[in-house]
């Protein structure tokens, strides 16, 4: 029989993109594992495990080049590739990497999912004659069922979630999540070569970890799927629906387990949505942690709801090595979180978990933006202003972003229908819009307003940073001693992990001089 391929495309980075970022293929490991259980021969090609950073022109592309690609594709014996196209800015290397599987083998099929996919499925379809099917969600109990057929040389007909093309006509069938997510199997983190990734981690890592001996032995875990809030600017609903489903602590722990007995984990990134939906649930796993006497740390990059914390759990979240929570809060007004992003959560409630979480010494940090329709200029302003006083008052480390219309998102129906657009939505714009000025215009904002807001923040920040860093000296006299004792190196880049460290880490670093026995020094 020959192999499945599953291949992750090279990526790509706009210059203003201030570094190239390596990470596991979770979805196409998960789907892996699934083609595995059923009996196939599946192989993983990782397009972002490099040997070198590549630059062409104007952009940056990151890992296996298009023609190193080429020479070990032209060693394979396949005849089902399945391609992974999670994000928007991703889709053009992908749809290159589906040309060159057919340019090799022209009679092989070619499928691809993805959250981007999701999305655009339709217009993929139509547009792109490489691609074959187009899965638009969960693709683990769908894959199998695509081979099944292709092997059998039959009709996709009945098969749920994706869409593919007969002759000119478009054929979509209905979306269908897995209820029970505890059936599937773990990962097939064999495939790829993890000792690379550790290598690969030190220099190009994905998250914001907090660094002591070991830490590039993380890896993403993603514990739930799906969302039933409705922020206005956010695409899961598409790809993972609005049920919330999970799996159960048990699943979890040993997952857990698995990753740090086979592969030395050290460092866990929650990756989850809503981790902490079910409190109850998620309070289980770190008893599990707990009770185990695990020794990893934890954080949650893609953030957690406030509302969901209580202090209990915030203890929890402390004995089980976490290393810091992402709030995601979004706006420093209450009207815009209830008419404009609908979220649904109040600041009231945002600032007594920030306060919790200090008084427990839970490291926090949060999520906002700027740039939504319905905002005005002086609550744009107040958000920039709310950010520093979050950081003052409860040291929660605020980053401020601009609103962007993704595909398929509330957000991106608004912009269109209101021509709230500056620049055409085309993915480049699109991705350049994170990090610049933004691609909206409202009759009360434009993006040079937001940029004055950014930069507003960003020349406010760093004296704050060192005041909070002197306050932080002056009431915990043992941090003294422990920047004294690192100050000994004379390495620049240490002093400077040192200043960061103690301002985004002060409870990390003490979680961990108890465990070596030394308390607060």
């Known amino acids: ?298 954080d949650t990059p893609n953030g957690v709801r406030a509302d969901t914390f209580n202090e209990e759990l915030l203890k929890k979240c402390k004995a089980s090595g976490c290393t810091h929570l992402i709030f995601g809060v979004e706006s420093g007004v209450q009207r815009v979180l209830n008419n404009v992003v609908r979220k649904g959560i109040t600041l009231s409630g945002i600032e007594e978990t920030m306060k919790l979480a200090r008084k427990v010494g839970v490291d926090t940090r949060a999520f906002f933006m700027v740039g939504l329709p319905g905002e005005t200029k002086e609550e744009i302003k107040a958000t920039a202003d709310y950010i520093l006083e979050a950081m003052w008052k409860y040291e929660c480390f605020g980053g401020l972003g601009m609103a962007v219309p993704l595909y398929g998102t509330q957000l991106y129906d608004i912009c269109e229908e209101n021509d709230y657009f500056v620049r055409e939505p085309a993915i480049d714009n699109l991705s350049a819009a994170f990090l610049n000025k933004g691609i909206i215009k409202t009759p009360e904002f434009d993006p040079d307003l937001l940029d004055d807001v950014k930069k507003y923040v960003t020349r406010k920040q760093p004296l704050l940073l060192f005041m909070l860093f002197l306050r932080k000296l002056l009431r915990h006299p043992w941090l003294i001693w422990h920047v004294l004792k690192n100050m000994l190196v004379p390495d620049r880049r240490r002093l400077s992990s040192i200043y960061n460290r103690v301002l985004f880490f002060q409870h990390a670093i003490e979680f961990d001089l108890k465990k070596e026995g030394r308390g607060s020094e």
């Open 1 to 298: 029989m020959k192999s499945i391929l599953l291949l992750r495309p090279p990526e790509r980075y706009l210059p203003h993109r201030t570094r190239p970022m390596t990470y596991l293929p979770l979805g196409l490991l998960q789907i892996a594992s699934v083609l595995i259980e059923k009996g196939y021969q599946v192989e993983v090609i990782d397009g972002i495990m490099p040997e070198r950073e590549v630059k062409e022109g104007g952009e940056n592309f990151f890992g296996i080049t298009f023609e190193d690609m080429k020479h070990r594709l032209l060693n394979k014996d396949f005849d089902i590739v399945g391609i992974s196209a999670q994000f928007t800015f991703q889709w053009p290397n992908a749809l290159k990497m589906a040309e060159l599987c057919k340019e090799i083998n022209p009679d092989c099929k070619v499928v691809i999912g993805g959250a981007h996919v999701s999305v655009r499925y339709e217009d993929i379809i139509r547009s792109c004659d490489s691609v074959d099917v187009a899965v638009r969600a969960e693709g683990e109990y769908v894959m199998p069922q695509l081979v099944e057929r292709i092997y059998n040389n039959s009709s996709f007909e009945g098969i749920p979630g994706i869409a593919y093309k007969t002759g000119d006509k478009v054929f979509v069938s209905d979306n269908i999540y897995i209820d029970d997510l505890d059936s599937l199997p773990f990962p097939a983190y064999h495939l790829i070569d993890m000792k690379k990734y550790f290598s690969l981690i030190k220099e190009y890592s994905s998250r914001t970890a907090y660094s002591f001996d070991g830490w590039e032995r993380g890896v993403s875990l993603i514990t739930s799927r799906g969302c039933p809030f409705n922020c206005v600017f956010c695409s899961i609903h598409i790809h993972m629906g609005k049920r919330w489903r999970a799996h159960s602590p048990e699943y979890v722990l040993k997952h857990i387990q698995l990753l740090m007995e086979e592969y030395g984990i050290k460092y866990l990134h929650f990756e989850d949505d809503n981790i902490s939906f079910d409190s109850k649930r998620f309070a289980r796993i770190l008893d599990g942690i707990i009770e185990n006497g695990w020794d990893i740390r934890w």
